[in-house]
């Protein structure tokens, strides 16, 4: 069973980066046909997807997003982070990794629990 | 983009039958086959229940099902269980390596 657990501060400050990690046990980042991703959820708004890491090492970011996420797998820890720079309050929200598996990672399988992240001074 | 469109709520009591719509547009739910619904309970990670718009994942009762119909897509759920109390939310695969997710139908099991 692959089980994904995310961590990192839950208070970042306007303006600075954002850095979270997800670390995957019961199964392996590289292997074929997973598209790691990064989900968030702003409180009392829809799911909105931030972008996946395919097991290639290709990443495929949201478009309104592009300028400020990056996405890395760490195939040594069984890892994979999301930073996003330049966070205002509009990044508030509960993050959650995930895998997309399918055709090109259009569904996604396992998920985190999320973690809460709060921007502010 | 905008998210996709969901009812806030849905109920129905034990035994009787829900459905849950989605809707999108042409560039999203109405052009691809890649639909995908996820059930949260509280505090929960989400868990898919029905994936490519009518598949069902191992495990998953077959009293869940999906479809489609132009630019909406619809969870059904057969037989309601207390169990099956929760939030539903869909996905639609959007193009160019994007996907939208709904607001979410919180679900009642009266």
């Known amino acids: 069973q692959v089980q994904l657990q995310e961590s990192g501060p839950g208070l970042v400050k306007p303006s600075e980066t954002l850095s979270l990690t997800c670390t995957v046990s019961g199964g392996s980042v590289s292997s074929g046909g997973s598209y790691w991703s990064w989900i968030r959820q702003p409180p009392g708004k829809a799911l909105e997807w931030m972008g996946y890491?395919?097991?290639?090492?290709?990443?495929y970011y949201n478009p309104s997003l592009k300028s400020r996420v990056t996405m890395s797998l760490d195939t040594s820890k069984n890892q994979l982070s999301l930073k996003l720079s330049s966070v205002t309050a509009a990044d508030t929200a509960v993050y959650y990794c995930a895998r997309g598996i399918g055709y090109f990672g259009d569904f996604f399988d396992y998920w985190g629990q999320g973690t809460l992240v709060t921007v502010s001074s | 983009q905008s998210a996709l469109t969901q009812p806030p709520s849905a109920s129905g009591s034990p035994g009787q039958s829900v459905t849950i719509s989605c809707t999108g547009t042409?560039?999203?739910?109405?052009?691809?086959?890649?639909v995908s619904w996820y059930q949260q309970h509280p505090g929960k990670a989400p868990k898919v229940m029905i994936y490519?718009?009518?598949k069902r994942p191992s495990g998953v009762p077959d009293r869940f099902s999906g479809s489609k119909s132009g630019n909406t897509a619809s969870l059904t759920v057969s037989g309601l269980q207390t169990e099956d109390e929760a939030d539903y939310f869909c996905?639609?695969?959007?193009?160019?390596?994007?996907?939208?997710f709904g607001g979410g139908t919180k679900l009642t099991v009266l």
């Open positions: 490519e718009v009518t």
């Open positions: 996905s639609s695969y959007a193009g160019t390596s994007n996907f939208l």
């Open positions: 042409s560039s999203d739910v109405g052009g691809y086959n890649y």
């Open positions: 890491m395919s097991y290639t090492g290709s990443t």
